[in-house]
């Protein structure tokens, strides 16, 4: 998966895996994606994010948030 680091660690986080585990097929399963453990302020790269087609929350908080692909939630 070549995406951002803390958006990375964020889904590896989620799904229960290592970042070295991760792949495109993983990302159906992600339901929900939450950047509250960041600093304030981190900027994070979305893109990747567009491959969570069953995203049901998304919480962004403290991020600024770049390359915001389009997400649908499901």
Do not use: R
Not at 32 to 54: H, I, Q, R, Y
Request: glycine share 2%.
């Amino acid at each position: 998966m070549d995406a951002d680091k803390n958006l990375q660690d964020i889904v590896a986080k989620s799904l229960g895996k290592t970042v070295s585990d991760l792949t495109k097929s993983d990302m159906p399963s992600l339901l929900t994606v939450n950047f509250e453990s960041l600093p304030k302020d981190t900027e994070v790269n979305l893109t990747g994010l567009e491959l969570a087609t069953n995203l049901q929350s998304l919480f962004t908080t403290n991020i600024i948030a770049t390359n915001i692909p389009e997400i649908s939630i499901a």
